[in-house]
């Protein structure tokens, strides 16, 4: 039996409709996630399931005893309440009795007066009334494995334990339909680990939207796809999904090619003059006509981000050095004796937990702030693009033509004149929609609007702080297109695993207690490296590693830091599967000049030349065999790699 039906859902915010005839249906302990554009209206639809927003149209099928949580897509904002009662308050008026009662037994172990002891009596009372014991432990339970402190508040939390906190109200009332909007965002690795093993036992329906596209490899056991106001479902994984995407997109692509055929071939016919009007061709003109509305209703598919850098000067060869660095925070070392050479066109990702120190390690590099002791010295000619997760670069108030023109309509952009609307279309902002507030968008949308402020700004080192939060697949794919071919350096802090491992040529690797360790690779070369030597890499993450285990554990955590893999990774990274790619073609053009090479030899005419042309085109050809017999190996290598990772 279904959890929840959709029937025939529509819901207009002005034209086209935002849903447009949607159907769903929700079995129990499904995983479904939502997929499409920044701005489709995923959000939008997952408000409709909670029953926080009325359609304008259609039906919605749900028992009254069908429970539905929903976790926003923005962390709480700042409050003077306690992790406790903030996350009790989901359980509505039953939470204000464990509220009270958690607040009573605090007062009882200050004053044990017998008027407190009856208040406490009392509220125990209406806990077994009520039958709310196993939600009072419920929530030390959650708070526990999330590892909250109930007496905090959340004015003293960040933005990623306030988003924790939030989580923590959601799973508290174990609901039949749990609905996540972007559950990822603010986590760092280990709680999305935690995360995604949490939700693959959780009895109840999952509907959960998430740009994160490890975190929906693993999670997902259907996709539904909301497109220009429409739902389709994929039954499948992730990947199964792409393909018949895809395979539907070049299916529409055809059918509308063949319409336009057709209506182009009318509108030459009606053109032809007083023939058309005739009164046996009025049932052919009454058919264009709504040809032409068929056309008109037509809604596009919306483009990619053009997500392109402004030239700047190059930086000079060595961009950042540290020597010895250490840096403590009211007795916490979160960088020690730490050295570090960064040159230009490296691109490192900081990988750690939240609160580990890579922010702080930044701040140190580009000398906001001073280190306890050692050293850090910045190259020559550096240019510096901040992106800053919290987005305090955008004036909320002011309108997106206004955050990125500053007033101006005209900008320069490598060096060239654009004007602002037509740069904010690159960023897929429409004209209709660059003079709305910076408040007024979502969540993607003011990624995107960061994004296009940032590259609007000459660079030659990019410091990207959490960028691809909320950011549509799209989009994600456009700017790590960007960042492998950008030409200076880039530091990335992020917890998109995949985004990491397609970007990043190295890693610092956060280990705890200060301790900073350097690898090739991203984050799964570093799963690897670790799982190679018996420990989870989330451990590490967590400092709880087996002091008791083996010499040879013992040992890897005395050893010293990491600066390569020796291990082959399984897995092909992003540079590898292009490199991969572009190997038969390499070959093919080696082969055609080899031939050539070894046609011209074979001439008899060849040796009756000077030596030194005889000797030049023989090394060439020696060399041209050298690197043709090194491609072949290196495509038997990657070739093996992919045969072992499927």
Sequence with gaps: MSLIQLKNISLMFGSPPLLNNIDLVVQPKERLCLVGRNGSGKSTLLKVIAGEINADDGQRIIDNDTIIARLEQDPPQTNDITIFDYVAEGLAELGETIKSYF???????????????????????????????QFEQKIEQTLSQLQLQPDTK???LSGG????????????????????????????????????????????????????RSFIRRMATRIIDLDRGTLNSYPGNYAAYLDKKQQDLEVEAAQNAEFDKKLAQEEVWIRQGIKARRTRNEGRVRALKKLREQRNQRREVQGNAVVSQSASVRSGKTVFEAKHLSYSIEGKSLVEDFNLTLLRGDKIALIGPNGCGKTTLIKLLLGQIQPDSGSCKQGANLEIAYFDQHRQGLDLEKSVIDVVG??????????????VISYLQDYLFTPERVNAPVKSLSGGEKNRLMLAKLMLKPSNVLVLDEPTNDLDVETLEMLESLLLNYEGTV???????????NVADSALFFAGEGEVQEFVGGFTDIEQWYKAKGISVFDVFERKLIKSASSETNAIENSPKPASLNKKPKKLSYKAQRELESLPLEIESLEEKLAELQQAVNQPEFFKQSS????????????????????????????STLEDQQ
């Design 491 to 501: 530091l990335l802090v992020s917890h998109d695993r995949e985004f990491v491992d």
């Design 103 to 133: 607040h009573q037994t605090q007062v009882v172990t200050e004053d044990p007066s017998e008027v407190n002891l009856i208040r406490l009596q009392n509220l125990q009372e209406q806990l077994e009334t009520q039958d709310a014991w």
């Design 161 to 212: 334990w306030r988003r924790k906190a939030a989580l923590a109200r959601t799973l508290v009332r174990s609901p039949d339909i749990l609905l996540l909007d972007e559950p990822t965002n603010h986590l760092d690795i280990s709680m999305i680990e935690w995360l995604e093993k949490s939700l693959a036992t959780y009895n109840g329906a999952i509907i959960f939207i998430s740009h994160d």
């Design 406 to 419: 500053d007033g101006k309509r005209d900008l320069t952009v490598n060096g060239q004149p654009r004007h």
């Design 612 to 639: 030194d042309e005889t000797s030049k085109a023989l090394a060439q050809l020696g060399e041209i065999e050298n690197t043709l017999a090194a491609k072949y190996a290196r495509w038997d290598e990657l070739e």
């Design 154 to 156: 959340l004015t003293e």
